[in-house]
């Protein structure tokens, strides 16, 4: 039976924050080195070591900021060890990932200028497990403050202006690598580092508290209770962090990347569609506390999380990506939107060679390939500060392995010039979903239709083929009066665009 879709053209909703479609880079395997840094003397065109071709995709799909340096990497990290001379920076075992050794290269001049390359804001992760309010305070100081001593340092490192940094992460997993603490420990904590982390003239903060994992809602309970409010009544956090992986069988990840059959796609689907229950329940807690929402719910570290490539370092976190992974992607995306007024920062995992990256590059340098999850970031850069539209859908209900999630995902949104978006994914890896859809309120005309599929549903892209899977034009949309037809083929995503 055909999937019909009405979108309400005329009602337009609350404004998508463009920092839903944020990424995440963490000093984690070939993410930074050999992945975006390459370094300036490097034969891999550069700019101050900072992979050109790679920067341009990030650029494509208007990247609205990414997080750095963590992940658990953050909490082991000290800013100080990251600026002034590359040679004279000191050696650290990165003890979390692999046990190689971090030469702190890439540090907070570096990477600012990567986010100034891309066009996007930082999201810098504080270090409160093995760190101190005086460490974090004063690396706010440095990034921001217009004058003083730690602005003459930054000055004599090379960067007169502040960068006035704007999001700021407290912390990263504090229930887990962050510092193994309770909800109640770290509640106290974030408050007493939260009070140093300081605005500056011209420079106002948005202070991330690291939140829970999957379903924990008693640790978003607590943050709530306890750190929601200062002392003199205003918000001491302006988000809450959640994080949700989607781990076939939980960790350690066994699930391959690719070579799965229908059920391991449904598995996948299944597991991501539960971030809608786990987001649902986050979001009733923090009503409870703050009905107005003033505080964000931050989904800044989301994915596929599979086995590690073999013969790779299972440290690194490398893994292929499938048709599976976009459709995940442009699932995850569409709950997102939907619940936009309390999720307002999201962060893919990870930005490249890692997880679920948008790029993965050849070891050594060379040859670069985007993944499919990078063509569908670029397909919801349209609803980037457009205004949510609400979709109605009588999509049938698919069920595996006791856990349901819709065979047809969509939504909507209206842009500054009128256009009306409308993102959707078939989750079916084996029948095709007819569409039909109308748009309430006015005549569709479509001015671009596109289309995201793969016949084979374990095609990768590769160096040899690094287009394999592509965006192309979807040109079996038809559109009859007021009513638009379109057959997306199994396992597909597709991005409607109405003048």
Known sequence: MPTHLTVHAAEPGPVIDRHIFGNFAEHLGRCIYDGLWVGPDSKVPNVRGWRSDLVAALRQIRLPNLRWPGGCFADDYHWREGIGPREKRPRRINAHWGGVVETNAVGTHEFLDLCEQIGCEPYLAGNVGSGSPAELRDWVEYCNAAAGSLADLRAANGRREPWKVRLWGVGNENWGCGGNMTAEYYANEYRRFATYVRDFPNAPLYRVAGGARNDDFHWTDVQMREAFKGPIGGPMLQGLSLHYYVVPGDFPPKH??????????????????????HIRGHRAV???????????????????????????NPGFLYQQQTIRDAVLASLTLNIFINHCERVRIANLAQTVNVLQAVALTEEGGGRLVLTPT??????????????????????????????TYPAVSATASLAADNSVTVTLCNTDPAAPAEI??????????????RLLASADLNTCNTFDHPRAIASRP?????VNGTQVTATLPPGAIASLRFA
Do not use: C
Request: without cysteine.
């Open 256 to 277: 391959p990347a690719t070579g799965y059959n229908h059920d391991g796609w449904k598995t996948v689907m299944a597991l991501g569609w539960k971030i809608d229950d």
């Open 286 to 312: 923090m009503d409870r506390y703050d009905p107005a929402a003033k505080t964000a719910l931050v989904v800044d570290e989301w994915g596929s999380w599979y086995a590690v490539e073999p013969g790779t």
């Open 374 to 403: 990078w063509d569908v970031m670029g397909f919801y850069a349209a609803h980037q500060d457009a205004r949510r539209l609400p979709v109605h859908s009588d999509a049938a209900t698919l069920k595996h392995e006791g856990m």
């Open 436 to 449: 039909t859809l109308a748009l309430t309120g006015r005549t569709p005309v479509v001015s671009e239709a």
């Open 474 to 478: 979807f040109d079996s949309i038809r």
